[in-house]
């Protein structure tokens, strides 16, 4: 399986709670085609640089997920259907992209573990 990248851009007038679905139902895909969703980041609502589909704003999720070659083309296909998007772009990450995504995610599991260990020793300051 190779590792993905994908940026989507999501129309940002929806309300939230559509937002949240329509990611949910990317990931949905995303794992029904056999794959692994690695990483998802909302990076909110944005301006967009020029205007799209009539909007000038917009809602930017990033996915990065492991996946058949083949998903990829019912990805892409399902967005360009899909009125909640408004534009995407899939990247394959290279050997080195994926050596420095997996140093990341390392780094902030370890950063993750060292924060619980030291909430588990620092004894719970209460006032009197």
């Not at 892409?76 to 534009?87: G, H, L, P, Q, T």
């Not at 772009?89 to 990341?104: F, T």
Request: proline share 5%.
């Amino acid at each position: 399986m190779n590792i993905y990248e994908n940026i989507v851009i999501l129309n940002a007038s929806l309300p939230d709670e559509e937002i949240t679905a329509a990611i949910n139902r990317i990931k949905d895909l995303i794992v029904n085609a056999g794959g692994e969703p690695l990483k998802t980041e909302l990076w909110g609502r944005r301006k967009l640089t020029y205007e799209i589909k009539k909007q000038n704003k917009g809602y930017y999720v990033l996915f990065i997920f492991k996946t058949p070659a083949a998903t990829i083309k019912k990805l892409e296909e399902f967005y360009k259907v899909f009125d909640a998007v408004i534009k995407f772009m899939v990247i394959k990450l290279g050997p080195k992209q994926v050596k420095h995504l997996e140093a990341a995610q390392a780094a902030e599991a370890a950063a993750e573990a060292a924060k619980a260990e030291q909430a588990k020793t620092e004894p719970s300051r209460s006032e009197p």
